[in-house]
């Protein structure tokens, strides 16, 4: 079965800090990757989406950045924090096509 | 791209009746709606689907109904009990430069009082 992973759980940075969040995903290959963020008492926005290595498109402008370096694996960062990137942070998977997504336990960040 | 619009913003029933979410979109080409519930600091989970080429489907006490000819699509919750309280969010699949997209509504509060 499909397992994703994330990690840390919970991050407190200072403003202007980096930041690196890692997910991976096991058992399925060629997985479309997402990242969302989800600012406290709100909605999903989507961040990121990655339909394969190497191959990333943005949904807003903002401050981070997002990597795959390996199939199952995708990373979001950012050179410096801004206050309004705090929020619970999912990356989810789902098979190619017009699939179900599957969500991973997610971050909380606070920034200070 | 697509847009979703979810109604009410939040609900409130008595353990035991019913609970009825509706979810509007505005793309005629999406073909597939899931619903996710999500619990305090929990991930979202997704509790039912549906295709574009089914016009009902049902589990135990959920159901979702989907309307193409209206864009509209709707969760039901029959005889709720206070786990059924959550954030429900309805989605619509985007496609786009080769990955299908979701695009959530913005979620609706249940409440459950028992």
């Known amino acids: 079965s499909q397992t994703i992973h994330q990690w840390p759980a919970t991050l407190v940075q200072p403003v202007g800090s980096p930041l690196s969040l890692e997910c991976t995903v096991e058992g399925t290959s060629n997985p479309n990757l997402y990242w969302y963020r989800q600012a406290a008492g709100r909605g999903l926005q989507l961040l990121f989406y990655?339909?394969?290595?190497?191959?990333i498109s943005s949904e807003v402008p903002q401050n981070l950045s997002a990597s795959r370096p390996q199939d199952r694996q995708f990373i979001l960062s950012s050179k410096k924090l801004l206050l309004s990137d705090s929020g619970f942070y999912l990356c989810?998977?789902?098979?190619?096509?017009?699939?179900?997504?599957?969500f991973g336990p997610g971050t909380r960040l606070t920034v200070t | 791209g697509e847009n979703v619009e979810q109604h009410p913003s939040t609900l409130s029933v008595q353990e035991g009746d019913s609970a009825v979410i509706k979810c509007t979109y505005s793309?005629?080409?999406?073909?597939?709606f899931p619903w996710y519930k999500q619990e305090l600091g929990k991930r979202p989970q997704l509790i039912i689907d549906i295709r574009s080429n089914v016009g009902e489907k049902k589990d135990q006490r959920i159901a979702v109904t989907l309307n193409k000819t209206a864009k509209h699509f709707s969760l039901h919750i029959t005889e709720t009990q206070p786990e059924d309280s959550a954030v429900y969010f309805c989605?619509?699949?985007?496609?786009?430069?080769?990955?299908?997209?979701?695009?959530f509504g913005k979620g609706t509060k249940l409440s459950v009082i028992p």
């Open positions: 989605a619509a699949v985007y496609s786009g430069a080769g990955s299908y997209q979701l695009t």
């Open positions: 793309d005629s080409a999406s073909n597939y």
């Open positions: 990655s339909v394969g290595i190497g191959q």
């Open positions: 989810a998977w789902s098979q190619r096509g017009p699939y179900e997504q599957y």
